[in-house]
C-alpha cells in the first residue's frame, strides 16, 4: 500500500505560506526549512535566523517553540489565511481542504470526516 508523500505545495499551504516562490519549489532552502518543520524535525540555529532575515515572525515562533500551530495561524493576517484557503481548495480542484474538522494529515491521506447533517 503506497501513501501520499505531502509536496512541497502542500507543505507550504500547511504553513500558509504558498505565495512565496521558494516555499514551492523543492530543494530550495526555505522549502527545506519548511519539510523539517512539517515533519518535526528541530531546525538549526541558521534556519530559525533565516526565517528572521525573511520576515516570517510567526512562522520563527512556531518554529522555536515559542506559539502552538493553532496560535501560529491566528498571528497571521486573516486576508492572507483567506487568499491560501482560496488558493489551495483551487489546486486540489474539489479534494477535501484541511479545516478545524479535519487535520492536514487526514487531508492527504483521503479520510472522509463525519457529515453534520
Known sequence: M?????????????????NINSATIPGTRLGKVLESMFHGRPLTSLSLKYLQELNLTPLHQLASGQISYQAFIEALDPELVARERAANAQHCSGQLIPDSMLSFSSAITGDIPPLNV
Request: glycine share 0%.
Open 2 to 18: 503506497e501513501s501520499h508523500r505531502p509536496t512541497c505545495y502542500d507543505i507550504a499551504c500547511h504553513f500558509y505560506v504558498s
